[in-house]
């Protein structure tokens, strides 16, 4: 069935629809990382986005959900240069056309997703439509394409209702840390780097009081990834704030270091095509060290308005000079832009949970 990618600025793209034959309308981004499609497709910080896979062929080792970040997929919709019609792995369930189709994303294939790409780099992140109706004027979609935006996505993402994730194993004589996981539309995996640390894991929805997580007196508080414009949140920056004043190790991700730098006083702003892929390379200020790291995010903290009694910048991005990280001056507090839970990889920043769980052991 012939498919149809629109953007805003009227490009039209004609390919092959793969998945629902509905029309949505999202906004448009890319990610350059070569594996890893199942991973993307589940990452809750993708609702309200139809992602662009750069690497050209999409699927071959099929879909084995035990490499799901989440329980179903977020992206609104899915843009591929060629799809594996046959996936080979031994681990695989069921192709990723399957997948798409019984979760009720819509697709297109068989498009330049490399002119795609230059075009959104060139122009930056633009809202578009995937249809496999033909519009024979397009200005009607275009119209509703430039009204649209990501909203409410933090709540639709987070989980329901608390619940408590127990480690598989405890080190002997080591007693497990107890962290509280504010869930703002968090990756699996987070959960699952501090459960293999030996660490039980309470996982809050997003709206949750400050003070009901403080009065489960936890060792650290994780504050996850997840998706939509930080400033948004101003209710969730609110709690944060509180959890700030308080005395306990806070690690944050993603979504979750844009929130704590605006609950102590920074700002935000949009990216003209934000990060995502596997391959983004991250100065550590204080050692000189440059890490490879995983990244999916369109908005960044503004350090210039940051008070320097109040944060300092640990982390920038070598290619554009972006802040990746900031330290908390006199608080046990240390906030991360990029992803070291990273499935598939790179694991170069995973030590960072071990700092975390040092952090815990000290104030302990």
Not at 24 to 51: C, H, K, R, W
Not at 66 to 92: A, C, H, Q, T
């Amino acid at each position: 069935m012939k498919a149809f990618l629109i953007l805003e600025d009227g490009t039209v793209f004609t390919g092959t629809s793969i998945g629902s034959p509905k029309e949505v309308i999202s906004e448009i981004v890319f990610n350059t990382s070569m594996t890893g499609y199942l991973e993307v497709l589940t990452d809750p910080s993708y609702a309200g986005q139809a992602v662009v896979m750069t690497y050209p062929l999409i699927g071959n080792y099929g879909i084995c959900k035990k490499d799901m970040e989440s329980k179903k997929p977020w992206v609104e919709g899915y843009i591929v240069r060629e799809l594996s019609r046959i996936p080979s792995n031994f681990r695989s369930e069921e192709s990723i056309q399957h997948f798409l189709t019984s979760n009720d994303i819509p697709g297109i294939c068989h498009i330049d997703t490399r002119s795609l790409t230059k075009l959104l780099r060139e122009k930056g992140t633009m809202n578009g439509m995937i249809t496999t109706k033909e519009y024979a004027d397009i200005s009607e979609p275009v119209s509703r394409m430039k009204a649209y935006r990501v909203e409410g996505v933090v709540a639709k993402t987070s989980v329901k209702e608390v619940c408590v994730l127990e480690a598989e194993e405890v080190r002997p004589g080591k007693e497990g840390k107890r962290v509280a996981l504010l869930d703002l539309g968090a990756k699996d995996n987070i959960a699952r780097s501090l459960l293999k640390r030996g660490c039980q894991v309470t996982v809050y929805p997003a709206w949750t009081k400050a003070e009901e997580i403080l009065a489960g007196n936890p060792d650290g508080i994780m504050l996850s990834n997840g998706p939509g414009d930080p400033a948004e949140n101003v209710e969730i920056i609110r709690e944060i704030r509180k959890l700030y004043a308080a005395d306990v190790p806070i690690f944050a991700i993603c979504l979750g270091h844009q929130l704590m730098a605006l609950a102590a006083g920074a700002s935000t702003y949009k990216l003209k095509y934000g990060h995502r892929g596997g391959n983004h390379p991250v100065k550590d200020l204080e050692t000189g060290r440059v890490y490879i790291t995983s990244q999916n995010h369109g908005y960044a903290v503004d350090v210039s308005g940051i008070d320097p009694k109040v944060a300092v910048p640990a982390f920038v991005n070598v290619n554009d000079g972006t802040n990746e990280g900031l330290a908390y001056v006199g608080k046990n507090i240390f906030t991360v832009q990029y992803h070291p839970e990273a499935c598939p990889g790179p694991l170069d920043s995973g030590y960072l949970f071990d700092r975390f769980l040092t952090m815990m052991e000290v104030k302990r």
